[in-house]
């Protein structure tokens, strides 16, 4: 697995939860709390979009704490991430910008 692919899969859980939050009959605590809201349909498009922003920032952050190139809870150090075979996953930093850093055009696959 190189970086590309370990962030596609970041992305595909973002997308993941994206979608359980914001499902009306979903599961979650989430979206029951998101159903209780009992928000419009231009206000439920609102909501989804600032829960997505939350989730690109929030994989941005821990991807880029993993890769050294930012702190995480204030201590930043360098992770060394690698596959279930030991194969060093390389390149997190860049895909992740690639990913997560853009005006929402799907970079991460």
Do not use: Y
């Not at 009959?25 to 922003?53: C, F, I, T, Y």
């Not at 991430?81 to 910008?97: C, K, L, Q, T």
Request: aromatic share 6%; glycine share 12%.
């Amino acid at each position: 697995m190189n970086g590309k692919e370990f962030v596609a899969n970041w992305d595909a859980l973002r997308a993941e939860l994206l979608a359980s939050f914001m499902a009306p009959e979903g599961a979650s605590a989430v979206a029951a709390k998101v159903r209780a809201m009992g928000l419009s349909d231009a206000q439920n498009d609102q909501l989804r979009q600032v829960l997505d922003g939350v989730l690109k920032d929030t994989m941005v952050s821990l991807l880029m704490g993993l890769d050294g190139a930012a702190s995480i809870g204030g201590d930043q150090q360098q992770f060394t991430i690698s596959d279930e075979d030991g194969n060093v996953i390389d390149g997190i930093e860049e895909a992740a910008w690639a990913c997560f850093a853009h005006d929402g055009t799907d970079l991460c696959g």
